[in-house]
């Protein structure tokens, strides 16, 4: 039996068999680049105001949120713990920026110390992000004072003379009243007597 030997392009070399492997591996890293999830396709908080770990000296009225990709307002909440006070919930709404959310704080009379605003935050592809920022308030959110009162509450709300109601502009004092009668009466006297005294004249001249 006649062994037919291969011509010399057609025998394996060690290059070739290098160069395979080469491409095979090259191949395979490149499918896994393009099937792994990328890192940059996850939104993340990149700032705050005020920030994490930081120390205010006045507690502020709202908190905002800045992440690296697009969020929805809508579908997001925020809440604000203190030492004090148990997690409330805050009132969001879309701030400067889309990828920019912002939280009121309450005018409510919260304690100075450390506060932390935990978030949860819908992208706009889906994708739930949850957080907490921390920072220290110095002192503490301060209320608006009352009201004052004005001039005309004050003149309806004193109390009226001791002995009896206030007396109105058009009624005139009890006093006056009896001084007319007195007055009235005094003259009809004097009336009747001097005409008394006329007709007792005339009756004497006649006699």
């Not at 605003?117 to 220290?136: A, L, M, Q």
Request: proline fraction near 9%; aromatic fraction near 4%; glycine fraction near 8%.
């Amino acid at each position: 039996m006649s062994v037919v030997a291969r011509p010399s392009w057609a025998q394996p070399t060690l290059s070739s068999s290098l160069g395979r492997v080469v491409g095979v591996l090259l191949m395979t890293g490149l499918l896994l680049v393009a099937t792994a999830p990328s890192s940059s396709g996850h939104t993340d908080l990149v700032s705050s105001s005020p920030t994490d770990g930081s120390s205010v000296p006045d507690a502020p009225t709202e908190v905002a949120l800045v992440f690296n990709q697009d969020v929805s307002a809508q579908l997001s909440s925020v809440s604000l713990a203190t030492e004090s006070e148990s997690a409330v919930a805050l009132e969001v709404s879309a701030g400067e920026t889309a990828q920019t959310i912002v939280a009121a704080i309450p005018r409510d009379s919260l304690a100075a110390g450390p506060w932390v605003v935990r978030y949860r935050v819908t992208s706009t592809d889906g994708h739930p992000i949850v957080g907490d920022v921390s920072f220290e308030v110095t002192e503490p959110l301060a209320t608006p004072p009352p009201p004052t009162a004005s001039r005309d509450d004050d003149a309806s709300d004193a109390a009226p003379p001791a002995g009896g109601e206030a007396a109105r502009p058009d009624q005139e004092p009890a006093s006056s009243g009896g001084t007319t009668i007195l007055t009235g009466a005094a003259l009809g006297l004097a009336f009747a007597a001097a005409l008394f005294l006329a007709c007792r004249r005339a009756l004497r001249s006649r006699s």
